[in-house]
């Protein structure tokens, strides 16, 4: 079945660091991969998304490039802000899997000052 | 983007309390959604809705009652629920392979 495998964190960066959240995947087919970010006490949002492989997606300075000869996923990020604390999600969608979406633990990012 | 709107935000119950959960959306999506988001815990699927109609339940203790009048509405019943069924309840939706679009969430307290 489909897998999701990304880095646990926690991950503790001072602002201003460079940031990189790996995300591996296993899936049947092409699956569209999916970086959703939850900050404290709300809901997950839609962070990026790629649908093809070589495809890089990027909003609010993070990016991730649909590597499909490492299944990767890596997320990333020049230079964190303290408004960058969140938890982050990888996530994939296969068609094989009726458009379950998978998704990975989870990785706890805090950014000090 | 919001799209999905969860009422109450927060709500807090006794044991032998009847409350539910509501989750709207108008984004034309055909799928539902409810997760448990417990602390220290994966996210849990709890139930699927694809074109009304309930298509997976999770295991999910029968004190969880969904409802899924139409394509944009879906409730989550609850009654005599247990102090380890307070968290996070998500709901979401979907279209194919485009990717799930979540509501903020309701907090839930049992005491």
């Known amino acids: 079945g489909d897998s999701v495998t990304q880095m646990e964190g926690p991950v503790t960066l001072s602002e201003e660091a460079f940031l990189t959240i790996n995300c591996t995947y296993t899936?049947?087919?092409?699956?569209?991969l999916f970086w959703y970010v939850q900050y404290p006490g709300e809901g997950l949002q839609l962070l990026l998304k790629?649908?093809?492989?070589?495809d890089k997606g990027s909003n609010k300075g993070f990016e991730a490039t649909y590597r499909k000869e490492t299944t990767s996923f890596h997320l990333e990020k020049g230079s964190v802000q303290v408004s960058d604390s969140a938890v982050y999600f990888c996530?994939?969608?296969?068609?094989?899997?009726?458009?379950?979406?998978?998704f990975g633990k989870g990785t706890l990012l805090t950014v000090n000052p | 983007e919001t799209g999905v709107t969860q009422t109450p935000r927060h709500l807090v119950m006794g044991m032998t309390n009847k409350k539910s959960l509501k989750c709207e959306q108008h984004?034309?999506?055909?799928?539902m959604y409810w997760y448990k988001q417990s602390a220290k815990k994966p996210l849990e699927l709890m139930f699927v809705y694809n074109f009304k109609e309930q298509t997976e339940n999770n295991s999910v203790p029968s004190r969880f009652s969904p409802e899924c009048p139409n394509s944009s509405h879906l409730f989550l019943h609850l009654h005599t629920l247990q102090p380890e069924d307070s968290a996070l309840y998500l709901c979401?939706?979907?279209?194919?392979?485009?990717?799930?679009?979540f509501g903020s969430g309701t907090r839930l307290t049992v005491v």
């Open positions: 979401a939706s979907s279209q194919d392979r485009y990717g799930y679009t």
């Open positions: 899936a049947t087919g092409y699956p569209s």
């Open positions: 790629a649908t093809k492989a070589d």
């Open positions: 984004l034309g999506h055909n799928a």
């Open positions: 996530a994939l969608i296969s068609g094989g899997s009726n458009y379950k979406l998978t």
